[in-house]
């Protein structure tokens, strides 16, 4: 099994600044795409950014230029820096990564969420 656990949420005030972690443990082999959502109250879950393991990187328009996903191979560690945050970036943001195992199994996982909360 796989697991994914975050960190770095909380509450800032608008056109504050956060760095997200997601950090990979368990039976892990390679680890494809890691990707950030974020579900906001009463919404559905969508995708903020997604980050390849060479290192390419794409973003949903509403975070391109404040927002930069990155990653770290060696340690299985998956970031967010989210700069000039607004209220509506107010949501739970998950991690999620495509894992391949050694046993060859292929899944996809999710982290249990952390809370961004953007208010003044």
């Known amino acids: 099994q796989v697991q994914l656990v975050e960190s770095g949420g909380g509450l800032v005030q608008p056109g504050g600044s956060l760095k997200l972690s997601c950090v990979a443990s368990g039976d892990i082999f390679i680890i494809h795409t890691m990707k950030w959502y974020r579900q906001a109250p009463g919404k559905q879950r969508e995708p903020v950014a997604r980050i390849g393991r060479g290192g390419t990187a794409g973003y949903e328009d509403f975070v391109k230029g404040r927002f930069t996903i990155s990653r770290d191979n060696n340690s299985n560690t998956l970031y967010l820096q989210m700069n000039n945050l607004k209220p509506e970036d107010t949501a739970v943001y998950y991690c999620?990564?495509?894992?391949?195992?050694?046993?060859?199994?292929?899944?996809?996982?999710w982290g249990q969420g952390t809370q961004v909360t953007v208010s003044s």
């Open positions: 999620n990564a495509d894992v391949l195992q050694t046993n060859g199994a292929r899944s996809d996982y």
